[in-house]
Nanobody, 125 residues
Framework: QLQLVESGGGSVQPGGSLRLSCAAS????????IGWFRQAPGKEREAVTC????????AYADSVKGRFTISRDSANNMVYLQMSALNADEKAVYYC??????????????????WGQGTQVTVSS
């Protein structure tokens, strides 16, 4: 069973940058589809970005394209989310997720079986 632990959350000013990390254990993250999600207070959880299991390609929600980058360090079993030009609306708990089942559709809308506990990101001046 894959375990995921996020870190790197914190407070940043509008327009600032932050890098989130997701440490995986129990299995090799390279064999999984990976996703980053966020949930703001009073809102539903939404997919931010992910890596497709079928070909390793990334996908991004329209709201973060050009500002966020997902990456995977298979040697160290880590996944990262680099965020830039953050705005106040992006204050949320950010979650890392993974699933080892093959999926033909976009990773932004697939189910994920393994979830981390989340890390808080606050964007405020």
């Amino acid at each position: 069973q894959l375990q995921l632990v996020e870190s790197g959350g914190g407070s940043v000013q509008p327009g600032g940058s932050l890098r989130l990390s997701c440490a995986a254990s129990g299995s090799t993250v390279a064999n999984y589809g990976i996703g980053w999600f966020r949930q703001a207070p009073g809102k539903e959880r939404e997919a931010v970005t992910c890596i497709n299991i079928r070909d390793g390609s990334p996908a991004y929600a329209d709201s973060v394209k050009g500002r966020f980058t997902i990456s995977r360090d298979s040697a160290n079993n880590m996944v990262y989310l680099q965020m830039s030009a953050l705005n106040a609306d992006e204050k949320a708990v950010y979650y890392c997720a993974a699933d080892g089942r093959f999926y033909f559709g976009t990773c932004l809308r697939r189910p994920y079986d393994n979830w981390g506990q989340g890390t808080q990101v606050t964007v405020s001046s």
